[in-house]
Protein backbone atom coordinates (compact mmCIF):
# COMPACT_ATOMS: atom_id res chain seq x y z
CA UNK A 1 0.00 0.00 0.00
CA UNK A 2 1.40 3.29 -0.56
CA UNK A 3 -1.03 6.23 -0.03
CA UNK A 4 0.89 9.24 -0.43
CA UNK A 5 0.08 13.03 -0.91
CA UNK A 6 2.18 15.59 -0.47
CA UNK A 7 0.83 19.36 -0.46
CA UNK A 8 2.30 22.97 0.10
CA UNK A 9 1.05 25.24 2.93
CA UNK A 10 2.66 28.92 3.92
CA UNK A 11 3.25 29.73 7.17
CA UNK A 12 1.04 32.83 7.93
CA UNK A 13 1.30 35.82 10.10
CA UNK A 14 -1.37 34.46 12.78
CA UNK A 15 0.54 30.67 12.79
CA UNK A 16 2.95 32.38 14.78
CA UNK A 17 3.84 33.51 18.53
CA UNK A 18 5.65 35.64 20.45
CA UNK A 19 7.87 32.76 20.53
CA UNK A 20 8.98 33.61 16.59
CA UNK A 21 7.57 30.55 16.18
CA UNK A 22 4.88 28.78 14.43
CA UNK A 23 2.51 27.81 17.37
CA UNK A 24 2.58 24.40 18.24
CA UNK A 25 -1.03 23.68 17.97
CA UNK A 26 -1.04 24.79 14.12
CA UNK A 27 0.39 21.34 12.89
CA UNK A 28 -3.03 19.30 14.14
CA UNK A 29 -4.90 22.11 11.44
CA UNK A 30 -1.86 21.38 8.75
CA UNK A 31 -2.43 17.36 9.17
CA UNK A 32 -6.02 17.81 8.98
CA UNK A 33 -5.08 20.40 5.06
CA UNK A 34 -2.49 17.09 4.39
CA UNK A 35 -5.36 14.19 4.84
CA UNK A 36 -7.88 16.28 3.03
CA UNK A 37 -5.91 16.75 0.25
CA UNK A 38 -4.78 13.02 -0.04
CA UNK A 39 -8.59 12.09 -0.42
CA UNK A 40 -8.89 15.18 -3.00
CA UNK A 41 -5.94 13.19 -4.77
CA UNK A 42 -8.01 9.29 -4.25
CA UNK A 43 -11.01 11.33 -6.19
CA UNK A 44 -12.83 11.76 -2.90
CA UNK A 45 -13.49 15.18 -0.93
CA UNK A 46 -13.68 15.28 2.83
CA UNK A 47 -16.93 17.42 2.04
CA UNK A 48 -18.80 14.69 0.32
CA UNK A 49 -17.84 12.32 2.89
CA UNK A 50 -19.88 13.99 5.15
CA UNK A 51 -22.61 15.00 2.57
CA UNK A 52 -23.25 10.95 2.20
CA UNK A 53 -23.61 10.94 6.15
CA UNK A 54 -20.11 10.07 7.33
CA UNK A 55 -17.66 12.11 9.66
CA UNK A 56 -14.05 11.27 10.55
CA UNK A 57 -13.71 12.66 14.44
CA UNK A 58 -9.57 12.61 15.53
CA UNK A 59 -9.54 9.94 18.74
CA UNK A 60 -5.96 10.33 18.69
CA UNK A 61 -3.19 12.32 17.74
CA UNK A 62 0.42 12.37 18.13
CA UNK A 63 3.04 15.20 17.05
CA UNK A 64 6.81 15.35 17.48
CA UNK A 65 8.61 19.09 17.14
CA UNK A 66 11.84 18.64 15.70
CA UNK A 67 12.60 21.67 14.80
CA UNK A 68 10.37 25.04 14.42
CA UNK A 69 8.51 26.58 11.27
CA UNK A 70 9.14 30.06 10.38
CA UNK A 71 6.70 33.13 9.58
CA UNK A 72 6.58 32.53 5.57
CA UNK A 73 8.45 29.63 5.34
CA UNK A 74 6.87 26.52 2.55
CA UNK A 75 6.34 23.82 4.41
CA UNK A 76 5.57 20.48 2.32
CA UNK A 77 3.40 18.45 4.29
CA UNK A 78 2.89 14.39 3.16
CA UNK A 79 0.44 12.54 4.57
CA UNK A 80 0.22 8.32 4.66
CA UNK A 81 -2.37 6.41 4.83
CA UNK A 82 -1.02 4.13 7.87
CA UNK A 83 -3.93 1.61 8.29
CA UNK A 84 -7.61 2.08 7.26
CA UNK A 85 -10.39 -0.59 7.81
CA UNK A 86 -14.09 -0.01 7.71
CA UNK A 87 -14.48 0.98 11.20
CA UNK A 88 -11.58 3.41 11.47
CA UNK A 89 -8.44 5.14 9.97
CA UNK A 90 -4.66 5.79 10.58
CA UNK A 91 -3.06 8.62 9.28
CA UNK A 92 0.87 9.23 9.59
CA UNK A 93 2.13 12.80 8.85
CA UNK A 94 5.84 14.03 7.83
CA UNK A 95 6.25 18.28 7.57
CA UNK A 96 9.30 18.88 5.68
CA UNK A 97 10.82 22.31 5.53
CA UNK A 98 13.84 23.24 2.97
CA UNK A 99 14.32 19.61 2.49
CA UNK A 100 14.71 18.95 6.08
CA UNK A 101 11.92 16.96 8.02
CA UNK A 102 10.85 19.16 11.19
CA UNK A 103 7.54 17.48 12.08
CA UNK A 104 6.37 13.62 12.46
CA UNK A 105 3.31 12.93 13.66
CA UNK A 106 0.00 10.51 13.07
CA UNK A 107 -3.86 10.46 13.43
CA UNK A 108 -6.14 8.21 14.27
CA UNK A 109 -9.91 8.54 13.19
CA UNK A 110 -13.11 6.18 13.72
CA UNK A 111 -15.99 6.53 11.29
CA UNK A 112 -18.87 8.19 12.62
CA UNK A 113 -22.49 9.09 11.55
CA UNK A 114 -24.03 12.40 11.65
CA UNK A 115 -24.60 11.81 15.47
CA UNK A 116 -20.88 10.95 16.11
CA UNK A 117 -21.94 7.38 16.98
CA UNK A 118 -19.32 4.74 15.48
CA UNK A 119 -20.42 2.93 12.00
CA UNK A 120 -18.74 1.55 9.25
CA UNK A 121 -17.76 3.19 5.85
CA UNK A 122 -18.62 1.47 2.65
CA UNK A 123 -16.49 -1.05 1.30
CA UNK A 124 -16.13 1.45 -1.85
CA UNK A 125 -15.08 4.16 0.09
CA UNK A 126 -12.35 2.55 1.47
CA UNK A 127 -11.47 1.03 -2.29
CA UNK A 128 -11.51 4.58 -3.53
CA UNK A 129 -8.78 5.16 -0.55
CA UNK A 130 -6.10 2.54 -0.82
CA UNK A 131 -6.73 2.25 -4.43
CA UNK A 132 -8.21 -0.83 -4.86
CA UNK A 133 -11.56 0.31 -6.11
CA UNK A 134 -12.00 2.86 -9.43
CA UNK B 1 -31.73 51.70 27.63
CA UNK B 2 -28.63 50.57 29.59
CA UNK B 3 -27.65 47.15 28.60
CA UNK B 4 -23.92 46.48 29.75
CA UNK B 5 -21.80 43.51 30.39
CA UNK B 6 -18.57 43.26 31.60
CA UNK B 7 -16.49 39.93 31.20
CA UNK B 8 -12.62 39.20 31.88
CA UNK B 9 -10.37 37.02 29.20
CA UNK B 10 -6.61 36.38 29.97
CA UNK B 11 -3.97 36.70 26.60
CA UNK B 12 -3.28 33.08 25.67
CA UNK B 13 -0.01 32.49 24.34
CA UNK B 14 -1.31 31.09 21.43
CA UNK B 15 -3.18 34.34 20.78
CA UNK B 16 -0.08 36.71 20.50
CA UNK B 17 1.96 36.36 17.27
CA UNK B 18 6.09 37.42 16.41
CA UNK B 19 5.08 40.85 17.09
CA UNK B 20 4.77 40.09 20.26
CA UNK B 21 1.71 41.32 20.78
CA UNK B 22 -2.15 39.74 20.32
CA UNK B 23 -2.83 39.25 16.67
CA UNK B 24 -5.26 41.75 15.21
CA UNK B 25 -8.16 38.60 14.64
CA UNK B 26 -8.43 37.89 17.99
CA UNK B 27 -10.15 40.58 19.04
CA UNK B 28 -13.29 39.23 16.84
CA UNK B 29 -13.70 36.35 19.35
CA UNK B 30 -12.89 38.43 22.24
CA UNK B 31 -15.99 40.69 21.04
CA UNK B 32 -17.81 37.13 20.66
CA UNK B 33 -17.36 35.99 24.63
CA UNK B 34 -18.24 39.57 25.73
CA UNK B 35 -21.69 39.44 23.80
CA UNK B 36 -21.82 36.06 24.86
CA UNK B 37 -21.59 36.70 28.84
CA UNK B 38 -24.22 39.71 28.09
CA UNK B 39 -26.79 37.13 27.05
CA UNK B 40 -26.18 35.31 30.02
CA UNK B 41 -26.50 37.92 32.33
CA UNK B 42 -29.46 38.56 30.88
CA UNK B 43 -30.66 35.10 31.76
CA UNK B 44 -30.35 33.93 28.17
CA UNK B 45 -27.57 31.58 26.78
CA UNK B 46 -26.77 31.87 22.85
CA UNK B 47 -26.80 27.90 22.73
CA UNK B 48 -30.68 27.78 24.04
CA UNK B 49 -31.27 30.85 21.26
CA UNK B 50 -29.35 28.48 18.65
CA UNK B 51 -31.43 25.47 19.81
CA UNK B 52 -34.37 27.18 19.69
CA UNK B 53 -33.86 28.04 15.80
CA UNK B 54 -32.07 31.26 15.80
CA UNK B 55 -28.70 32.15 14.15
CA UNK B 56 -27.05 35.35 15.02
CA UNK B 57 -24.60 35.45 12.18
CA UNK B 58 -22.53 38.89 11.84
CA UNK B 59 -23.03 40.97 8.85
CA UNK B 60 -20.89 43.72 9.80
CA UNK B 61 -17.92 44.65 12.32
CA UNK B 62 -15.59 47.67 13.05
CA UNK B 63 -12.38 47.38 15.57
CA UNK B 64 -10.22 50.08 16.23
CA UNK B 65 -6.47 49.00 18.06
CA UNK B 66 -5.50 51.79 20.33
CA UNK B 67 -3.25 49.91 21.99
CA UNK B 68 -1.71 46.25 21.78
CA UNK B 69 -2.83 43.74 23.97
CA UNK B 70 0.32 41.24 25.34
CA UNK B 71 0.79 38.15 26.66
CA UNK B 72 -0.87 37.21 30.14
CA UNK B 73 -1.99 40.44 29.89
CA UNK B 74 -5.52 40.47 31.91
CA UNK B 75 -8.50 42.09 29.72
CA UNK B 76 -12.31 43.20 30.26
CA UNK B 77 -14.46 43.34 27.57
CA UNK B 78 -17.13 45.60 28.06
CA UNK B 79 -20.35 44.77 25.91
CA UNK B 80 -23.30 47.08 25.30
CA UNK B 81 -26.83 46.99 23.44
CA UNK B 82 -26.29 49.51 20.77
CA UNK B 83 -29.51 48.84 19.07
CA UNK B 84 -31.86 45.63 19.00
CA UNK B 85 -35.05 45.05 16.83
CA UNK B 86 -36.94 41.72 15.67
CA UNK B 87 -34.50 41.55 13.15
CA UNK B 88 -30.82 42.72 13.67
CA UNK B 89 -28.87 43.70 16.97
CA UNK B 90 -25.86 45.95 16.67
CA UNK B 91 -23.73 45.49 19.80
CA UNK B 92 -20.90 47.88 20.65
CA UNK B 93 -17.12 46.84 22.60
CA UNK B 94 -14.71 48.79 24.59
CA UNK B 95 -11.29 46.32 25.89
CA UNK B 96 -9.68 48.16 28.76
CA UNK B 97 -6.13 46.91 30.10
CA UNK B 98 -4.39 48.18 33.19
CA UNK B 99 -7.55 50.89 33.34
CA UNK B 100 -6.87 52.25 29.80
CA UNK B 101 -8.74 51.71 26.58
CA UNK B 102 -7.50 49.65 23.85
CA UNK B 103 -9.47 48.48 21.60
CA UNK B 104 -12.89 49.83 21.03
CA UNK B 105 -15.43 48.25 17.84
CA UNK B 106 -19.34 46.68 17.08
CA UNK B 107 -20.62 43.99 15.65
CA UNK B 108 -23.85 43.93 13.73
CA UNK B 109 -25.75 40.67 13.29
CA UNK B 110 -29.09 39.55 11.56
CA UNK B 111 -31.41 36.87 13.22
CA UNK B 112 -32.01 34.09 10.73
CA UNK B 113 -33.22 30.59 10.81
CA UNK B 114 -30.90 27.20 10.76
CA UNK B 115 -30.56 27.65 6.93
CA UNK B 116 -29.26 31.65 7.81
CA UNK B 117 -32.49 32.89 6.19
CA UNK B 118 -33.33 36.63 7.45
CA UNK B 119 -35.98 35.81 10.14
CA UNK B 120 -37.71 37.95 13.24
CA UNK B 121 -36.88 37.06 16.60
CA UNK B 122 -39.71 36.51 19.21
CA UNK B 123 -40.71 39.76 21.23
CA UNK B 124 -39.64 37.84 24.37
CA UNK B 125 -36.22 37.54 23.50
CA UNK B 126 -35.68 40.88 22.46
CA UNK B 127 -37.34 42.23 25.91
CA UNK B 128 -35.26 39.84 27.68
CA UNK B 129 -32.11 41.25 25.81
CA UNK B 130 -33.28 44.69 26.55
CA UNK B 131 -34.59 44.16 29.98
CA UNK B 132 -38.59 45.19 29.48
CA UNK B 133 -39.71 41.75 29.81
CA UNK B 134 -38.79 39.71 32.99
CA UNK C 1 -2.48 54.11 -8.94
CA UNK C 2 -3.33 50.55 -9.44
CA UNK C 3 -1.71 48.44 -6.88
CA UNK C 4 -3.93 45.22 -6.77
CA UNK C 5 -3.11 41.65 -6.29
CA UNK C 6 -5.37 38.22 -6.27
CA UNK C 7 -4.63 35.34 -4.04
CA UNK C 8 -6.64 32.09 -4.02
CA UNK C 9 -7.31 30.66 0.05
CA UNK C 10 -8.84 27.21 0.43
CA UNK C 11 -11.22 27.24 3.57
CA UNK C 12 -10.16 24.80 6.08
CA UNK C 13 -12.38 22.81 8.30
CA UNK C 14 -10.68 24.48 11.03
CA UNK C 15 -12.27 27.91 10.23
CA UNK C 16 -15.75 26.85 10.49
CA UNK C 17 -17.77 26.88 13.60
CA UNK C 18 -20.97 25.10 13.79
CA UNK C 19 -22.70 27.22 12.16
CA UNK C 20 -21.59 25.55 9.36
CA UNK C 21 -19.82 28.52 7.86
CA UNK C 22 -16.47 29.95 8.12
CA UNK C 23 -16.01 31.84 11.22
CA UNK C 24 -16.40 35.68 11.17
CA UNK C 25 -12.46 36.36 12.77
CA UNK C 26 -11.35 34.55 9.94
CA UNK C 27 -11.06 36.77 7.40
CA UNK C 28 -8.46 39.19 9.11
CA UNK C 29 -6.72 36.60 8.47
CA UNK C 30 -7.02 35.80 5.23
CA UNK C 31 -6.75 39.55 4.62
CA UNK C 32 -3.28 39.60 6.20
CA UNK C 33 -2.53 36.66 3.29
CA UNK C 34 -3.88 38.97 1.10
CA UNK C 35 -1.69 41.71 1.77
CA UNK C 36 1.50 39.54 2.27
CA UNK C 37 1.30 38.27 -1.34
CA UNK C 38 0.10 42.16 -2.87
CA UNK C 39 3.86 42.63 -1.31
CA UNK C 40 5.43 39.73 -2.61
CA UNK C 41 4.42 40.56 -6.12
CA UNK C 42 5.40 43.52 -5.65
CA UNK C 43 9.46 42.48 -5.05
CA UNK C 44 8.56 42.93 -1.18
CA UNK C 45 8.30 40.07 2.08
CA UNK C 46 6.57 41.27 4.79
CA UNK C 47 9.40 38.77 6.76
CA UNK C 48 11.81 41.15 4.29
CA UNK C 49 10.64 44.27 6.09
CA UNK C 50 10.44 43.44 9.18
CA UNK C 51 14.00 41.68 9.18
CA UNK C 52 14.85 45.58 8.11
CA UNK C 53 13.05 46.75 11.86
CA UNK C 54 10.19 48.22 10.07
CA UNK C 55 6.69 46.48 11.56
CA UNK C 56 2.79 47.06 10.30
CA UNK C 57 0.69 46.74 13.25
CA UNK C 58 -3.01 47.29 12.08
CA UNK C 59 -4.90 50.39 13.86
CA UNK C 60 -7.85 49.73 12.29
CA UNK C 61 -9.86 47.17 10.50
CA UNK C 62 -13.62 47.21 9.27
CA UNK C 63 -15.50 44.23 7.43
CA UNK C 64 -18.82 43.59 5.56
CA UNK C 65 -20.17 39.72 5.35
CA UNK C 66 -21.77 39.89 2.30
CA UNK C 67 -22.63 36.15 2.31
CA UNK C 68 -21.33 32.99 3.75
CA UNK C 69 -18.00 30.91 3.54
CA UNK C 70 -18.13 27.49 3.90
CA UNK C 71 -15.75 24.24 4.09
CA UNK C 72 -13.78 23.57 1.10
CA UNK C 73 -14.65 26.71 -0.77
CA UNK C 74 -11.76 28.24 -3.04
CA UNK C 75 -12.49 31.97 -2.20
CA UNK C 76 -10.37 34.54 -3.86
CA UNK C 77 -8.64 37.30 -2.00
CA UNK C 78 -8.00 40.60 -3.82
CA UNK C 79 -5.95 43.35 -2.28
CA UNK C 80 -5.21 46.79 -3.22
CA UNK C 81 -3.46 49.79 -1.86
CA UNK C 82 -6.08 52.55 -1.38
CA UNK C 83 -3.56 54.65 0.22
CA UNK C 84 0.19 54.70 0.91
CA UNK C 85 2.20 57.59 3.08
CA UNK C 86 5.69 57.27 4.24
CA UNK C 87 3.62 57.28 7.71
CA UNK C 88 0.74 55.01 7.02
CA UNK C 89 -0.81 52.59 4.62
CA UNK C 90 -4.70 51.54 4.36
CA UNK C 91 -5.45 48.29 2.54
CA UNK C 92 -8.89 47.40 1.02
CA UNK C 93 -9.97 43.82 0.37
CA UNK C 94 -12.79 41.99 -1.76
CA UNK C 95 -13.31 38.33 -1.30
CA UNK C 96 -14.66 36.41 -3.91
CA UNK C 97 -16.26 32.95 -4.57
CA UNK C 98 -17.28 31.83 -7.57
CA UNK C 99 -17.59 34.91 -8.79
CA UNK C 100 -19.70 36.79 -5.94
CA UNK C 101 -18.18 38.98 -3.79
CA UNK C 102 -19.02 37.50 -0.23
CA UNK C 103 -16.56 39.85 1.72
CA UNK C 104 -15.15 43.55 1.28
CA UNK C 105 -12.84 45.06 4.03
CA UNK C 106 -10.18 47.10 4.50
CA UNK C 107 -6.97 47.66 7.06
CA UNK C 108 -5.17 50.35 8.07
CA UNK C 109 -1.20 49.95 9.51
CA UNK C 110 1.01 52.70 10.61
CA UNK C 111 4.88 51.91 10.51
CA UNK C 112 6.51 51.45 13.17
CA UNK C 113 10.32 50.04 14.94
CA UNK C 114 10.68 47.28 16.50
CA UNK C 115 9.43 48.44 20.15
CA UNK C 116 5.95 49.78 18.10
CA UNK C 117 7.07 53.34 18.16
CA UNK C 118 5.33 55.29 15.17
CA UNK C 119 8.55 55.69 12.64
CA UNK C 120 9.11 56.53 8.54
CA UNK C 121 9.36 53.82 6.38
CA UNK C 122 12.33 54.91 3.16
CA UNK C 123 10.81 56.18 0.41
CA UNK C 124 12.15 53.67 -1.42
CA UNK C 125 10.11 51.00 -0.06
CA UNK C 126 6.69 53.42 -0.67
CA UNK C 127 7.95 53.46 -4.45
CA UNK C 128 8.05 49.80 -4.45
CA UNK C 129 4.94 49.18 -3.40
CA UNK C 130 3.22 51.62 -5.38
CA UNK C 131 5.33 50.53 -8.43
CA UNK C 132 7.00 54.09 -8.93
CA UNK C 133 10.56 52.44 -8.06
CA UNK C 134 11.96 49.52 -9.56
CA UNK D 1 5.52 14.45 44.07
CA UNK D 2 2.09 15.97 43.63
CA UNK D 3 2.34 19.04 41.38
CA UNK D 4 -1.42 19.44 40.31
CA UNK D 5 -3.49 22.47 38.95
CA UNK D 6 -6.73 22.70 37.93
CA UNK D 7 -8.22 25.38 35.91
CA UNK D 8 -11.65 25.90 34.54
CA UNK D 9 -11.79 26.91 30.42
CA UNK D 10 -15.19 27.40 28.83
CA UNK D 11 -15.86 26.52 25.05
CA UNK D 12 -15.93 29.63 22.79
CA UNK D 13 -17.88 30.02 19.73
CA UNK D 14 -14.76 30.20 17.37
CA UNK D 15 -13.22 27.02 19.21
CA UNK D 16 -16.28 24.23 16.99
CA UNK D 17 -15.96 23.11 13.90
CA UNK D 18 -18.87 22.53 11.17
CA UNK D 19 -19.24 19.08 12.84
CA UNK D 20 -20.74 20.81 16.22
CA UNK D 21 -17.48 20.18 18.64
CA UNK D 22 -14.36 21.57 19.40
CA UNK D 23 -12.25 21.36 16.95
CA UNK D 24 -8.91 18.81 17.98
CA UNK D 25 -6.52 21.41 17.14
CA UNK D 26 -7.80 23.33 20.40
CA UNK D 27 -6.87 21.02 23.55
CA UNK D 28 -3.06 21.93 22.67
CA UNK D 29 -3.70 25.31 23.60
CA UNK D 30 -6.48 24.46 26.61
CA UNK D 31 -3.23 22.29 27.49
CA UNK D 32 -0.81 25.43 27.60
CA UNK D 33 -3.62 27.44 29.17
CA UNK D 34 -3.44 24.79 31.84
CA UNK D 35 0.25 24.26 32.57
CA UNK D 36 0.91 28.20 33.12
CA UNK D 37 -1.49 28.50 35.21
CA UNK D 38 -0.18 25.66 37.38
CA UNK D 39 3.00 27.58 37.12
CA UNK D 40 1.27 30.92 38.35
CA UNK D 41 0.07 28.42 40.98
CA UNK D 42 3.43 27.63 42.62
CA UNK D 43 4.40 31.60 42.33
CA UNK D 44 5.66 31.52 38.88
CA UNK D 45 4.26 33.11 35.74
CA UNK D 46 5.81 31.80 32.21
CA UNK D 47 5.44 35.40 31.65
CA UNK D 48 8.55 35.64 33.96
CA UNK D 49 10.08 33.26 33.06
CA UNK D 50 10.32 34.27 29.24
CA UNK D 51 11.55 37.63 30.49
CA UNK D 52 14.39 35.69 32.39
CA UNK D 53 15.44 34.42 29.37
CA UNK D 54 14.12 31.01 29.38
CA UNK D 55 12.04 29.52 27.04
CA UNK D 56 9.83 26.14 26.87
CA UNK D 57 9.27 24.90 23.42
CA UNK D 58 6.75 21.54 23.00
CA UNK D 59 9.09 19.01 21.56
CA UNK D 60 6.34 16.10 21.63
CA UNK D 61 3.04 15.93 22.29
CA UNK D 62 0.22 13.02 22.59
CA UNK D 63 -3.50 13.51 23.03
CA UNK D 64 -6.81 10.99 23.50
CA UNK D 65 -10.05 12.34 22.57
CA UNK D 66 -12.75 10.24 24.54
CA UNK D 67 -15.54 12.54 24.33
CA UNK D 68 -16.28 15.80 22.31
CA UNK D 69 -16.24 18.96 23.79
CA UNK D 70 -19.14 21.21 22.80
CA UNK D 71 -19.65 25.00 22.38
CA UNK D 72 -20.19 27.11 25.76
CA UNK D 73 -19.24 23.87 27.97
CA UNK D 74 -17.29 24.52 30.90
CA UNK D 75 -13.92 22.21 31.13
CA UNK D 76 -11.86 21.77 33.58
CA UNK D 77 -8.19 21.37 32.71
CA UNK D 78 -6.13 19.25 35.45
CA UNK D 79 -2.54 20.02 34.64
CA UNK D 80 0.54 17.66 36.28
CA UNK D 81 4.23 17.84 36.21
CA UNK D 82 5.22 14.47 35.12
CA UNK D 83 9.07 14.90 35.50
CA UNK D 84 11.06 17.64 35.33
CA UNK D 85 14.12 18.08 35.13
CA UNK D 86 16.98 21.19 34.39
CA UNK D 87 16.77 20.55 30.53
CA UNK D 88 13.28 19.51 30.43
CA UNK D 89 10.00 19.05 31.38
CA UNK D 90 7.02 16.30 30.90
CA UNK D 91 3.32 17.40 31.31
CA UNK D 92 0.25 15.03 31.59
CA UNK D 93 -3.40 16.58 31.10
CA UNK D 94 -6.73 15.49 32.15
CA UNK D 95 -9.37 17.14 30.58
CA UNK D 96 -13.16 16.93 32.52
CA UNK D 97 -16.56 17.86 31.56
CA UNK D 98 -19.29 17.15 33.66
CA UNK D 99 -17.46 15.31 35.93
CA UNK D 100 -16.28 13.05 33.32
CA UNK D 101 -12.77 12.83 31.25
CA UNK D 102 -13.39 14.06 27.98
CA UNK D 103 -9.16 14.25 26.93
CA UNK D 104 -5.90 12.90 28.51
CA UNK D 105 -2.97 14.25 27.01
CA UNK D 106 0.97 15.20 27.52
CA UNK D 107 3.36 17.66 26.64
CA UNK D 108 7.17 17.57 26.52
CA UNK D 109 9.13 20.58 26.83
CA UNK D 110 12.79 21.38 26.60
CA UNK D 111 14.50 24.51 28.27
CA UNK D 112 16.07 26.79 25.92
CA UNK D 113 17.60 30.48 25.57
CA UNK D 114 15.96 32.93 23.36
CA UNK D 115 17.61 31.98 20.11
CA UNK D 116 15.87 28.31 21.44
CA UNK D 117 19.01 26.82 21.93
CA UNK D 118 18.43 23.90 24.80
CA UNK D 119 20.21 24.97 27.90
CA UNK D 120 19.80 24.76 31.58
CA UNK D 121 17.20 26.00 33.90
CA UNK D 122 18.23 27.47 37.46
CA UNK D 123 17.84 25.03 39.88
CA UNK D 124 15.87 27.52 42.10
CA UNK D 125 13.34 27.45 39.00
CA UNK D 126 12.95 23.84 39.32
CA UNK D 127 12.51 23.93 42.82
CA UNK D 128 10.07 26.50 42.93
CA UNK D 129 8.05 24.08 39.90
CA UNK D 130 8.68 20.94 42.41
CA UNK D 131 7.60 22.50 45.24
CA UNK D 132 11.04 21.73 47.03
CA UNK D 133 12.53 25.87 46.99
CA UNK D 134 9.99 28.10 48.60
Redesign the interface.
Known amino acids: MDVVNRTEIRV???D??????A????Y??WF??GR?ELLRARGL???GIEDAGY?L?????????LK?AR??DVLTVESRVAKCTRLRIRMEYRIFCDGKTIVTGF?EHVFTDRD?RPCRIPETVIGRILGTTK
Do not use: C, H, W
Open positions: RYATDQMGINNSMLTEVVTYRFPVIEAGIKYPYDTL
